[in-house]
């Protein structure tokens, strides 16, 4: 199993940065198919991957993708309220075929994965994007990696959440400033000007947090879903969602927080 994870890991990981490095549109259709498949997975938590009205969403999802890539937000709100609609025309048409948890998921879907993961390719676009893409990364993966080095060897205050009973509260906290100290790391490196610094460290700790209230997030659904994985499609890993559910949370924090220190 450690192997297969390893190996999956480090092509997942050459893909990453391959996509990362060349952006474009190669980038947008990837994160595209990604949220689909995204979509699919959390569809089938609840038994509804392969309905019309999950159809509905995941045509919906291309769309907003689009509309996001263009800038076209004044259209994006009229089309998620379009979407609703269609999903609840079909919700009345077939009832009692489906129930409303089971509709509330699919439009669910479409801001938690769709309308969260555009924001890896929005921060991509921006300029000096090719560096502040990796911000997400290091605070998912960087503080992943930080969180279970430290709750390891230092580990000895179960988190009070009950969804992942092996947490610590010193592995929260080496997240934390592991990602901190990435990011700091990742500014000396790349960046000449020293006054923005400590905006990179705390963008890595702020996005350790968000990491990891995602990860239980995704956690939490399929605890309430009675599923162990999201799907087997990343040998070792999982599922998209289980792989990107960090992500998910962390590509809009970064978004923002480099737009509001203006780096």
């Excluded at 979509?39 to 038994?47: H, I, Q, S, T």
């Excluded at 990602?179 to 963008?203: E, M, P, R, S």
């Excluded at 995602?214 to 070792?236: C, M, Q």
């Amino acid at each position: 199993m450690f192997k297969t994870r390893l190996i999956s890991g480090i092509v997942l990981m050459a893909i990453t940065i391959a996509l990362m490095v060349n952006g474009g549109f190669p980038l947008f259709w990837v994160i595209t198919a990604i949220s689909v498949i995204g979509l699919f997975e959390l569809y089938r938590a609840v038994g509804m991957e392969k309905t019309l009205p999950a159809v509905v969403g995941y045509l919906s999802s291309i769309v907003i993708d689009i509309l996001i890539l263009d800038n076209y937000y004044e259209y994006l709100l009229m089309w998620l309220i379009a979407s609703l609609m269609v999903l609840m025309a079909c919700y009345v048409i077939a009832y009692p075929k489906y129930n409303s948890e089971q509709m509330t998921m699919l439009f669910f879907g479409l801001i938690y994965v769709t309308v969260m993961l555009s924001f890896v390719f929005k921060v991509r676009f921006v300029q000096n994007g090719i560096l502040y893409v990796w911000l997400i990364f290091i605070g998912a993966w960087g503080s992943d990696t930080c969180a279970y080095c430290v709750g390891k060897l230092l580990g000895k205050h179960k988190l009070p959440s009950k969804l992942s009973p092996n947490k610590t509260i010193e592995g929260c906290l080496g997240g934390i400033i592991g990602a901190a100290l990435i990011g700091f790391l990742f500014a000396l490196a790349f960046f000449k000007n020293t006054d923005y610094w400590w905006q990179f460290a705390v963008i890595g700790a702020i996005s350790s947090v968000i990491s990891q209230i995602g990860d239980l997030t995704a956690s939490a659904i399929k605890r309430n879903h009675e599923i162990k994985d999201y799907g087997n499609l990343i040998p070792g890993h999982g599922g998209i969602l289980d792989r990107f559910d960090s992500i998910i949370f962390i590509a809009p924090i970064v978004f923002y927080l480099v737009s509001f220190f203006g780096l």
